[in-house]
């Protein structure tokens, strides 16, 4: 019996795959600022060819993550210190308005158990590593943008912290920076759940300076 020819998958489901591929390993630093993609490099590394690999670089500079230069290629995009600044500066904006909107949409419950998860990685100590607290740190903010209710405001920050995650990881390279963004996080649940409002969106601008603070102390 015959076995069926292989079914080639459609490019446009290629270009999205690579082009999620390639996000992810930009985003997780898995190649450096300025660092060169070469279409021959990729092609070879996602096992495709090299059309699939030019549409998602094209997506990929549309998002703001590599920067094409006519003529000479592809290049994972350098955040600058006036980008970091500028990006920062709508941070320390929109996410006290995204405080403000969720407050009266926050479940209790919810906001317990981010709590309960918090103080454990808090009790681990100096065992604690940054990829646990960022894992929780982006899920609380997830939800707290998601509670807001509001579409244009989550669109705008997701490409704001897509920009800036590349280099977000450094604040937490700082002494006694991971334990310090655990204690932030809980002081703003505690707000939260006493219906402190104010305070809560006063600690998110603070929680936002120090991240900003402690980047622009590790690239000077």
């Known amino acids: ?56 670089l094209a997506k990929l500079e549309r998002d703001r993550l590599v920067r094409v230069v006519p003529k000479k290629g592809a290049f994972v995009r350098t955040v600058s210190h006036d980008d970091i600044r ?41 065992r604690l590593t940054y990829t646990e607290v960022r894992a929780l740190g982006d899920e609380f903010h997830g939800y707290l943008v998601k509670q807001a209710g509001n579409a244009k405001l989550t669109d705008i920050l997701e490409g704001i912290r897509q920009q800036i995650r590349s280099v977000w990881t450094m604040s937490m390279l700082a002494p006694r920076r991971v334990q310090g963004l655990v204690h932030e996080h809980l002081a703003m649940i505690s707000a939260l759940k006493r219906g402190d409002v104010r305070a809560a969106e006063r600690l998110m601008v603070g929680h936002v300076r120090r991240v900003r603070e402690s980047i622009f102390r590790l690239l000077n």
Not at 98 to 125: T, Y
């Open 1 to 56: 019996m015959r076995s069926m020819p292989r079914r080639r998958r459609p490019r446009a489901y290629l270009a999205d795959t690579v082009y999620e591929r390639l996000r992810h390993a930009i985003l997780e630093r898995e190649f450096d600022p300025g660092e060169p993609l070469t279409e021959q490099d990729l092609s070879h590394r996602f096992g495709v060819s090299r059309t699939p690999v030019r549409e998602a």
């Open 86 to 126: 500028e990006l920062y500066q709508l941070r320390e904006a929109l996410e006290p308005l995204a405080i403000r909107l969720a407050a009266p949409r926050l479940d209790a419950d919810e906001l317990g158990g981010f709590e309960v998860r918090l103080r454990e990685l808090k009790s681990r100590g100096p």
